[in-house]
């Protein structure tokens, strides 16, 4: 304990505060490279033909890796970006939703008696909406269909 007492205090307090990230880190890069030196020396290497073979998610290749994919595929990747995206801004709107529809600083968390305002949801709403909008879009262009 007192190696570490006496450790600690050579570092300036900038980097005191690093250094458990940096342990972290440094115990994550040990770890790794000892499991994989370890599984190197420990196991036996027999390659067979079939060993030898690309595999994935238990179905085996049927063409090859470098022909073209449908543009629906990407299209289908983009809308789920934009709809994820879309969690991404309501999550920080629900945290502040008390704040949003108070037309006045919020009392021991809560709003006060007749200053209830649809600011926060009316925002909420109108993001929705649009989204909704974009949905429908989409869905009349045929991009949730694969043919």
């Avoid at 196991?43 to 079939?50: K, N």
């Avoid at 529809?101 to 008696?113: N, Q, R």
Wanted: net charge positive; charged share 15%; aromatic share 14%.
């Amino acid at each position: 304990m007192k190696f570490f007492t006496i450790t600690l205090r050579s570092f300036p307090p900038m980097e005191r505060t690093y250094l458990p990230v940096l342990l972290l880190v440094g115990f994550a890069a040990v770890n790794a490279v000892a499991i994989i030196g370890l599984s190197h020396l420990i196991t036996r290497s027999r390659p067979t033909p079939v060993k030898q073979q690309p595999y994935e998610s238990g179905m085996p290749v049927l063409s090859d890796a470098r022909e073209r994919f449908s543009i629906k595929f990407y299209m289908v990747a983009m809308l789920f970006i934009v709809f994820d995206i879309e969690t991404v801004f309501m999550i920080p709107w629900s945290a502040t939703f008390r704040q949003l529809s108070c037309a006045v600083p919020l009392v021991a968390g809560a709003c006060p008696a007749g200053h209830v305002s649809f600011f926060g949801l009316g925002e909420m709403l109108v993001f929705m909406a649009i989204l909704l909008v974009g949905y429908l879009y989409i869905w009349k262009k045929g991009a949730l269909q694969w043919d």
